[in-house]
């Protein structure tokens, strides 16, 4: 299933006695890993386009299915949920806090989600864009591409789902824009998926898809080729079908041209072609924490049966305990006690190897083993208590066998 999934999206705005129909039932599927640029002149509705897709607006009519969930018909507070988890934005002008540093600017996303720790994620994002050694400047001593970096890594600091940029090159010169263009292609190589809002031809064929608009419809969804393999067919923005084609080909000389003066083409270095799939740290601790609960629990009742068997009662009233009795029952009190650690261990550290999985940057293995070790040691803590519980109530009402 699409990432993305519209079907007869239409936007319609009033102005005075006249209707605009910004979007007029646009259909569009996004996969999962894409890289795809809306372009268009003005008021074609690439920008109320882009409005709908990260959940600031809400559409006159049709559908809007975000990772398989029907955004149109979501409350305001699950929309902010949404913007804030499954999306990252990057604006043409920034939008960052001046008296802040650009580490604490990354934060922003983190702290509106009430994450704990906000350092590592946001020192992370900025390492992925190259920018770690600027941590602490802010924005008044950043560069405008080094500004555009910092903006990059608090979309993608919650590891969202979508990244939407607007016109994210449209105030920086071109040598500029190329190297934000190369982080956008390393990230989508990193399976980042990517819609980019241009009105820029060049930019929109670094894309690797483009969509152009008029008058709010699709008029252009077609792949953009590889160097030299038929790009020049694709049509310029707004521009006639035979206007030729020269972001490929420029693109490929910034890079040819960075190799001849002996450096790497702009921010190809700053990340691998793809992400391993990790195991977070701790998931296996948990796992065996939660699981060992049960057990312990089991041995708890296993051997207390067997001192309820071995009672006093066996002995007579004035015949003391025989030392295996006395063993026994601390072997009891020893294997609930154990239990109970192991217990709150599985429910403590499981909830915190999720907490990594879910804020920490990254392709990460292991969530089924936390949730596992987060139930099994909920079960341990929970069972002894409801059994507690019912037997009070039991000697309470003086139930039968009480």
Not at 130 to 150: C, D, F, I, N, Y
Not at 246 to 262: L, Y
Not at 368 to 391: E, M, N, Q, S
Request: glycine letters at 12%; hydrophobic letters at 45%.
């Amino acid at each position: 299933m699409p990432l993305i999934q519209v079907r007869g999206l239409t936007k319609l705005y009033r102005m005075g006695d006249t209707i605009v129909r910004a979007l007029d039932g646009v259909d569009l599927d996004i996969e999962a890993g894409e890289f795809l640029a809306i372009t268009g002149p003005s008021g074609s509705g690439k920008s109320t386009m882009m409005h709908l897709l990260g959940c600031l607006d809400r559409p006159t009519a049709g559908t809007y299915l975000l990772a398989g969930r029907n955004v149109s018909e979501m409350s305001d507070r699950e929309l902010a949920r949404v913007r804030n988890r499954s999306i990252g934005f990057v604006f043409q002008t920034f939008n960052l806090l001046n008296r802040t540093t650009a580490l604490e600017n990354v934060a922003v996303p983190l702290f509106y989600a009430r994450r704990a720790n906000t350092r590592g994620p946001s020192r992370r994002a900025l390492e992925r864009v190259g920018l770690s050694e600027r941590a602490l400047h802010t924005p008044v001593e950043l560069s405008g591409g080094e500004r555009q970096r910092v903006a990059i890594a608090r979309a993608i600091v919650n590891d969202p789902l979508l990244v939407l940029a607007d016109e994210p090159t449209g105030n920086l010169d071109s040598r500029t824009g190329q190297q934000i263009m190369e982080i956008f292609r390393a990230l989508n190589e990193q399976g980042v998926t990517i819609v980019l809002v241009t009105h820029e031809h060049d930019v929109a064929v670094q894309a690797k898809r483009i969509v152009q608009m008029r008058d709010g419809k699709i008029v252009l969804d077609r792949p953009v080729a590889a160097p030299g393999v038929g790009s020049g067919d694709l049509p310029a923005a707004g521009g006639p079908p035979d206007m030729p084609a020269a972001g490929a080909a420029q693109r490929a000389a910034v890079v040819v041209g960075s190799a001849a003066q002996g450096r790497e083409p702009a921010a190809v270095h700053l990340l691998p072609a793809a992400l391993p799939r990790r195991l977070a740290a701790g998931a296996n601790g948990a796992l065996a924490c939660g699981i060992a609960g049960p057990f312990l629990l089991l041995a708890t009742g296993l051997v207390g049966f067997v001192v309820g068997r071995m009672g006093p009662q066996q002995f007579g009233p004035h015949r003391p305990p025989p030392p295996v009795l006395i063993v026994l029952t601390l072997v009891t009190a020893l294997c609930f006690l154990l239990a109970l650690i192991a217990g709150f261990a599985g429910i403590f550290w499981g909830r915190a190897v999720r907490r990594r999985i879910r804020t920490v940057p990254g392709v990460w293995g292991g969530e089924g083993r936390a949730r596992a070790a987060w139930i099994c040691g909920l079960l341990t803590v929970l069972v002894p208590v409801v059994l507690i519980c019912v037997r009070i109530v039991a000697h309470v009402v003086k139930l039968p066998g009480a």
